[in-house]
């Protein structure tokens, strides 16, 4: 529960107001981390806040963070030499190889792509391991989009990626409507596939609906969950859900588990 | 343009499942043709005669705006039907249609399809059907875009 010291070696700016901050450790780190998994980031004197990872490799660590509050803007606004506390990781992953598929389906709306960002590049680091890769990509606009400059590295690493944005800009060249319209054109056998599904709550709600009318089986769809998270450890009950500790037993968790809770109002 | 083959109307997402012979009596108001990037299928207001199964590329809608110009408001890609204002009076486009990529089509003559799902019920039923969820579809996704999803996604 001690933050682990960090400092920040490189800040980016992936929109206007998203930055993906790389963190090295001080000392000896948070240890080794599942993609899907967060950490708890404190910027100290202000407060911390649940992140999920977005990448990094050799101890080095990758937060992509929206600037929507006080901790999240001190994080944002991190120059590199800021030391920065870390606990954690906290909370399940998505699993890549359980259970096992043939095919893999990512699908991600707004800042939802920093969780599953790691699975991509975990999945193409494989190859061989899925028949396919498809990664579908939904934003409000262009400018939204997270991680523009890797969808070539991808692309050319075998994958499928496809994105749409609700509204276009005259300079759009790409697709126009929800990202669960992109799933008439991935290439997939859905009775074989895992599907990784993160965005905006009504968003996965929709995803997983379409991907079962194609024939994605429930337990194989899976989605990550965001809620009060405040402690990381399943102690504090902010982020129940049900007779979930989304910390504790998700973020991320099978669609068989989440959907009767997720139609609950107000759960 | 030549007659499109049974087999590429089987394959085609929108006719999955569709009986062989009423594919083959569907297939004889269709033919295949095709688009350069940046020609235009139809034009808002205009009388709604066809109907596409898009095969490959992609075709945006658009609306003109005055001072903005021709407003992309969706992209359909392979996979999808393009037109069904052919279906009810007036029969007249409410946007507009532009092949964004080359793009392949099967074109259908909504008059002849017309037709023929007035002398044939049970094929009129069926295509009826297919289309309607399709407007069901793209009326939901609609109402997820005017929810403005990602506004309020969080980190």
């Known amino acids: 529960m001690i933050p682990q010291p960090y400092r920040v070696v490189e800040r980016k700016f992936e929109t206007t107001d998203t930055v993906t901050v790389t963190l090295e450790p001080v000392g000896a780190g948070i240890g080794r981390w599942a993609p899907g998994q967060f950490t708890m980031v404190y910027a100290f004197g202000v407060g911390e806040v649940p992140v999920s990872i977005s990448g990094g490799s050799c101890g080095l660590i990758r937060h992509t963070v929206r600037d929507v509050g006080a901790v999240t803007h001190a994080i944002c606004t991190a120059q590199p030499g800021t030391v920065l506390g870390l606990h954690g990781p906290y909370g399940h992953g998505w699993e890549l190889d359980h259970p096992p598929a043939e095919d893999l389906l990512v699908l991600a709306g707004g800042i939802g792509l920093a969780p599953l960002r790691p699975v991509v590049t975990e999945a193409l680091a494989r190859p061989g391991r899925y028949r396919h890769v498809c990664v579908l990509i939904g934003a409000r606009q262009p400018a939204d989009l997270l991680y523009t400059h890797e969808y070539g590295a991808w692309r050319a690493a075998g994958a499928q990626v496809l994105v749409a944005v609700d509204r276009a800009d005259p300079s759009w060249r790409g697709s126009v409507g929800v990202v669960t319209g992109l799933l008439l054109q991935a290439r997939f056998a859905a009775p074989r596939t895992a599907a990784f599904v993160c965005g905006p709550e009504v968003m996965m709600r929709f995803a997983a609906r379409d991907l079962g009318y194609l024939g994605v089986p429930a337990d194989r769809i899976r989605v990550s969950l965001e809620r009060n998270m405040q402690c990381g450890t399943g102690q504090c009950g902010h982020c129940q859900l049900g007779p979930l500790v989304v910390c504790r037993d998700g973020p991320v968790v099978g669609w068989d588990v989440a959907a009767p809770l997720l139609s609950v109002k107000e759960l | ?155």
């Open chain 2, 1 to 155: 343009m030549t007659a499109p083959t049974l087999d590429l109307l089987a394959a085609h997402p929108f006719l999955a499942g569709m009986d062989r012979q009423q594919l083959d009596r569907l297939a004889r108001w269709g033919h295949r043709s095709q688009f350069h990037a940046g020609g235009r299928l139809f034009s808002e207001d205009g009388k709604a005669e066809r109907f596409w199964l898009i095969r490959d590329g992609q075709v945006a809608l658009d609306v003109h705006v005055p001072g903005r110009g021709d407003v992309l408001l969706e992209t359909l890609g392979p996979g999808s039907v393009l037109g069904w204002s052919w279906l009810f009076p007036p029969y007249r486009w409410q946007f507009g249609a532009t092949a964004l990529a080359h793009t392949l089509t099967v074109e259908f003559d909504a008059a002849g399809v017309r037709q023929l799902c007035e002398e044939d019920p049970e094929l009129g039923r069926d295509l009826y059907g297919r289309f309607i969820a399709v407007v069901v579809d793209r009326l939901q996704a609609t109402r997820l875009r005017l929810l403005d999803l990602y506004r309020e996604d969080r980190p």
